[in-house]
């Protein structure tokens, strides 16, 4: 199986697992602090050997994790935090009976809309499941969006895993126009865009493929733009 682990950041790194029944790319990211590192989000059961890899290529182990934080319930965020057995996991509480884990108790469902884990800033997103969250880490500047905005079954950007990724902006852009957000989803949808837009924000690492680095108030500002005049129009109908 085909994974990509690279820098993002100084000591914030992005592991990519190539999952091919999903033709996709499922992301999981380490931020190395003194005392530890936090994962963001820990792919498939399938996908632990690849965890385990990447805290060998920094010198850890899985023992060393000291917080796993989950942007949701689905299988390829949290299962593969059953190996840490030191961290602390935590997920949004609406998450609790949607959460696809065996032993859902090894997770705090205490994460409200709004709040701080550790040095991580947590908001709800209300989008994508109910109790989606994105995580921001001011220190490093680099929030952390799960699948509220990602590129699920998406190539990589032409420049690489870690890029500005314009082709992938331009894309979601098109999504976006076309109606690739249901319309009743798009509400919910805008107003996690304006909440995240309030975080001083150099990278975008996403649930899923390109990550992207620079310029990201205007590309959330253009996603707001676009949707805002979908909203209008489709109250005028």
């Not at 060998?56 to 689905?74: C, I, M, R, W």
Request: net charge negative.
């Amino acid at each position: 199986m085909e994974y990509l682990f690279e820098a993002v950041k100084e000591n914030v790194y992005v592991l990519a697992i190539w999952d091919s029944s999903w033709n996709s790319y499922n992301n999981c990211y380490f931020i190395v602090q003194e005392d530890g590192i936090t994962l963001i989000d820990s792919s498939k059961e399938a996908h632990s050997e690849y965890l385990v890899q990447s805290l060998k290529q920094l010198g850890k182990s899985p023992e060393d994790v000291k917080f796993v934080l989950a942007t949701h319930g689905h299988e390829d965020h949290v299962q593969g935090a059953s190996i840490l057995k030191n961290a602390k996991k935590y997920i949004h509480h609406q998450e609790r009976s949607l959460i696809e884990y065996p032993e859902p108790d090894q997770f705090h469902f205490d994460l409200s809309n709004r709040g701080v884990v550790d040095n991580f800033e947590y908001l709800w997103v209300g989008h994508h499941t109910p109790g989606s969250l994105a995580f921001y880490h001011r220190p490093s500047k680099v929030l952390f969006t799960g699948d509220f905005l990602c590129f699920f079954g998406d190539p990589l950007s032409k420049d690489g895993l870690v890029s500005v990724g314009n082709d992938l902006r331009h894309e979601w852009l098109e999504f976006l126009r076309n109606g690739g957000v249901a319309k009743d989803d798009l509400n919910d949808f805008l107003n996690g865009l304006k909440a995240m837009n309030g975080f001083n924000v150099d990278v975008m690492c996403t649930g899923h493929g390109g990550v992207l680095v620079g310029d990201i108030e205007s590309f959330v500002s253009e996603l707001l733009n676009v949707g805002t005049k979908l909203q209008e129009i489709q109250v005028e109908n």
